[in-house]
């Protein structure tokens, strides 16, 4: 491979793209580099003009090319040392932050995308909500997450009683999905102590978050800040700032209330219905404006009850979806959640949604449709399944969304792709695709 190939085998074209914000200097730099090389050259004429240079210097300037082809020459091995040095310089500059398979102009390349990419709002909480926005940050940098804070559970409800902050667990978890920071703080967020007098079941993620807002004085500046600091893409919001109880009426087989969204799935009995008390809450401004201003709007993954109906229980929350001019989607579990959605299948999912947040908000599914992945014997969940094989008046879009070493959840890079795919493609009345 001669040199010529070997550059152009390196440059990539990406560098002329739109957007990138690199022509303009490049332009400014050959132009600084011409009049630098136009006030030497004059030097260089004065010296060859009076001077008695030795005969080689008659081959090394090339006197006997003629002069037009002689500045064509020139010209075109100045921008190639030129692009070649920059290209050098600007990989050794950026080293330390770009990995080994990875150049600076795809990397350049990429952000900008992210930065252009669609708005999108992502409701849910949990484990689910986090798996989405892992896949989805690769897309856009336009995202927001708006989490359920009916948590009493665990670490979280233990902090929402004794601190009286809102339960932080699932802001942590979307905050280390986000978040553009080592893998190791990643991991320090989500570290859980096991032992120690008043710290055993906390995870550091929460003790930092309940930290934070005792820090800047309120919960939403504590998420504002702990976002900053870690480099989070896109904003996460709480659905509400109010104190509620998620509560449910099950049916066993008469009706009974259950308070608590830590009981809910505990009294493993079929749920009627899911509210909140006080019915009546406001919703976080800024998850109205983000709402009316998306895109594209995600509903789920996610524990159905527990995670992802609570944010559309806020009645500011169904008003905005109802009428907010984006494409929505739901996307439907990979498995049931025990004591939760027993024997649910697709529809049973779709249904209970659209029971509380309405007919017609939500007319697109996204579901899985890869079943061939063995499940360990010890898992008390089944693979959810589209029962009737269509689902009329509604768009159905079977794939495979399967995380191959844990199939009981979504892959986030196969959930983001199809999102994104289904989001660029023209609306269609309805797309099916048969199980494998």
Known sequence: MNFFSRFFH???????????????????????????????????IGVYREANLPSFFYYLTLQFIDHAWRGVLFGIVGIVVIAISIAKLGESLVSAFVTQDTSLVDLLYRKRARKAGPKIV?????????????????????????VTVADNGGSSGRLRRELGVLPPGDF?????????????????????????????????????????AGVTGNFERALLESSRVLAVRGQILPSTLENVTLCAETREPELHRVNGESEISHRGKPIERVYLEPEHVPAYPGVVRAILDADLIVAGPGSLFTSVIPNLLVEDVRNALAAARARKVYVCNVATQPGETDDFAVEDHFDALEQHVGKGVFSTIIANNNFSIPWTSQLRTQVVRLRQGELPDYEII????????????????????????????EPANQIFQGEK
């Open 10 to 44: 390196h440059f990539s074209w990406k560098w002329l793209y739109v957007g990138l914000g690199v022509k303009r200097w490049l332009v400014l730099l050959f132009l600084g580099v011409t009049i630098l090389g136009l006030g030497f050259a004059y030097v260089l």
């Open 122 to 146: 992502a409701i849910g909480g949990g484990t689910g909500l986090s798996t989405l926005l892992r896949g989805l940050k690769d897309h856009t940098d336009n995202l927001t997450a708006i």
């Open 172 to 212: 942590r978890q979307c905050i280390a999905a986000l978040a553009d920071s080592e893998p190791l703080m990643t991991s320090l967020l989500q570290y859980r102590f096991g032992e120690g007098s008043g710290l055993e079941g906390h995870s550091f993620g929460n003790l930092f978050i309940a930290a934070m």
């Open 398 to 425: 079977l794939t495979d969304l399967v995380d191959e070493a844990m199939p009981w959840r979504h892959d986030p890079h196969k959930l983001a792709k199809e999102i994104i795919k289904w989001y660029n493609a």
